[in-house]
């Protein structure tokens, strides 16, 4: 309902092709994306780091539906988008819970507008909140919560309609490390067992190791992609792999690659 | 704390544990006791040295005898009836057509110079004008309140739609949700604050022009029986009015207050 031109493509999960947003300034305009190509597989994890400014959020709205590419294409599943589905599932930086939801309704949300029964929705959404161990604050409202805790129902919400896709726009942002860090094990734990294809935008370059298959790296003005890097390391990542040396060399790729951008950029 | 509440817990955060609050709670009424008693004390003495005010005694017997003789419970029973009469009708045209303002832009376009220019004008001015219209009756003066809870409600609830969090209604979007869904279920809910404190202080605004309007135009009503005690230098009567205006008004306050504390409970209090 919210995909149509079906075109014939690879087996790209989500397609972004040659896309360039533009914002009209006062008198000028500025470049968010310019010409910003990338693939993701069906089931792949992809994490997307780089300098504030340089077009992480406007590319995931664009990848949601709710925002336009001045021009350019995304397709997902081989058809263009032209607004929000329930199949892309998003979680915000900004929680975005309703305030006057407890948790338990917040999570049955987009169930209600998909029109299932209440029992059905009821089953559904406990599932969901014992997943993300809230089980205890299920009829709790969100100015209740913790920062953490109210993510985790952010991510209730965004699993319960069950979408095929997963944008994180800096989920763990505004934890803490122990938090961030369980949160980060819990997300690659469902993440297995319900296989979804995940594009997660972060500002730290452990996290974007330790969860991705490929790390995308942003450089800003104009917003573009800088360099995509696999990350070969096994799931299931323990603190085994956290720990690894191979792990860190990746790290202080993803790292030069982010923090050392206009030396590259002079070289080539 | 022991309180056993059966899943909600309990906000911590939230300052003081609930001995300290309760003691603070002791204290503000105490003292609200002590300066409303001064305060009667300080009229009784400027009453006996000579100004020319009705003592405290005085004024409760006035009262009782207004209440006795139904006088006072008829201009309770018609102020209050036309306060409501027009507070009700306002806030009722208000919300629909401040939600219509803050959603559609050609609403929004139509309504405005109208709503902003009439802002502008007490109410009570533009009594003069409806009396020689609508008569003297009820109509004229249930208008005026109407048009006075209407303008401070409509504005509050556009505000409200306006401020609407776009990330809540992206949320929403992009859980399915379509244009309907939204206005219902976020739209209507997210500023519904804004339209009970709009309806607020459209009651304030309604009550003020209430009594207003019965100084110039009624035959019975609170406003009336103080226009009618001037003239006979009645200031025990005057007094017994001024008071029962007061009570009424703050607990009418008071209770779209509960209201307000009990719908909109779900806000984050900085
Ligand atoms: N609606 C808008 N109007 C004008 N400029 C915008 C708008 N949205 C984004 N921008 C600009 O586009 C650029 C990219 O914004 P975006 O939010 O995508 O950055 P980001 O990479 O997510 O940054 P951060 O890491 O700080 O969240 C910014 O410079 C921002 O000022
Ligand atoms: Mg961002």
């Not at chain 1, 323990?238 to 030069?256: D, G, H, I, K, Q």
């Amino acid at each position: 309902m919210s995909t149509d031109t079906p075109t014939l493509t690879g087996t790209a999960k989500i397609s972004v092709r040659d896309t360039r947003k533009t914002f009209a300034l006062k008198d000028e305009e500025f470049v968010a994306l310019d010409g910003v190509s990338l693939d993701v597989a069906d089931n792949e994890f992809v994490t997307v780091v780089g300098p504030s400014g340089c077009g992480k959020s406007t590319l995931m709205n664009i990848v949601a539906g709710l925002e336009t590419p001045t021009s350019g294409q995304v397709l997902v599943d081989g058809a263009g988008v032209t607004g929000p589905g329930p199949e892309r599932g998003v979680i915000f930086q900004q929680y975005a819970l309703f305030p006057w939801l407890t948790v338990r309704k917040n999570v049955e949300f987009g169930l209600k507008v998909a029109g299932l029964p209440a029992a059905e929705r009821r089953e559904r959404s406990e599932h969901y909140v014992r997943l993300v161990g809230l089980e205890q604050f299920a009829d709790a409202l969100p100015k209740t919560l913790s920062g953490g805790m109210k993510q985790r129902c952010a991510i209730a919400r965004a699993y319960a309609v069950n979408p095929s896709i997963l944008l994180m726009d800096e989920p763990f942002g505004a934890l803490d490390a122990l938090t961030r860090v369980r949160l980060q094990e819990q997300l690659l734990d469902t993440w297995s067992t319900e296989k979804r294809t995940v594009l997660f935008i972060t500002h730290d370059v452990d996290e974007a190791v330790f969860l991705a298959g490929r790390v995308v790296v942003m450089a800003a003005r104009p917003g573009r992609i800088h360099e995509v890097i696999d990350v070969n390391l096994p799931y299931p990542r323990t603190e085994e792999v956290r720990l690894s040396p191979e792990f860190a060399e990746l790290r202080n790729r993803v790292w030069r690659a982010v923090y050392h951008q206009t030396q590259t950029q002079t070289k080539n | 704390m022991t309180t056993s509440t059966v899943s909600t817990p309990t906000p911590a955060r939230n300052g003081s544990p609930p001995r300290r609050r309760a003691g603070k709670h002791a204290t503000l009424l105490t003292l609200n006791a002590v300066s409303i008693v001064g305060g009667i004390g300080v009229w009784w003495v400027l009453a006996l040295t000579g100004l020319q005010l009705p003592t405290p005694p005085e004024v409760l017997a006035k009262g009782i005898e207004l209440a006795a003789s139904g006088t006072l419970a008829e201009d309770l029973l018609a102020s209050l009836g036309r306060v409501l009469a027009g507070f009700l009708l306002g806030s009722a045209a208000a919300i629909p057509v401040g939600f219509l303002m803050g959603w559609y832009v050609p609403a929004r376009g139509l309504f405005e110079p109208w709503i902003q220019f009439f802002r502008t004008i007490p109410p009570l001015a533009l009594l003069p004008l409806v009396l020689v219209l609508m008569g003297i009756g009820e109509l004229p003066k249930v208008f005026v309140i109407f048009l006075a809870a209407f303008l401070a409600c409509v504005i509050s609830t556009y505000q409200g739609v306006v401020s609407v969090d776009r990330t809540l209604i992206n949320a929403a979007r992009v859980l399915g949700a379509k244009d309907g869904t939204i206005f219902l279920r976020v739209v209507v809910p997210a500023s519904s604050p804004f339209i009970l404190v709009g309806m607020r202080v459209g009651l304030g605004s309604a009550w003020a022009t209430l009594v207003a309007a019965e100084l110039l135009a009624a035959q019975a009503g609170l406003g009336f029986r103080m226009q009618q005690a001037q003239t006979y230098y009645d200031l025990a009567t005057i007094f017994v009015s001024i008071v029962a205006i007061g009570v009424l008004g703050l607990v009418m306050d008071r209770l779209l207050l509960l209201a307000e504390t009990r719908l909109t409970g779900w806000q984050e209090r900085r």
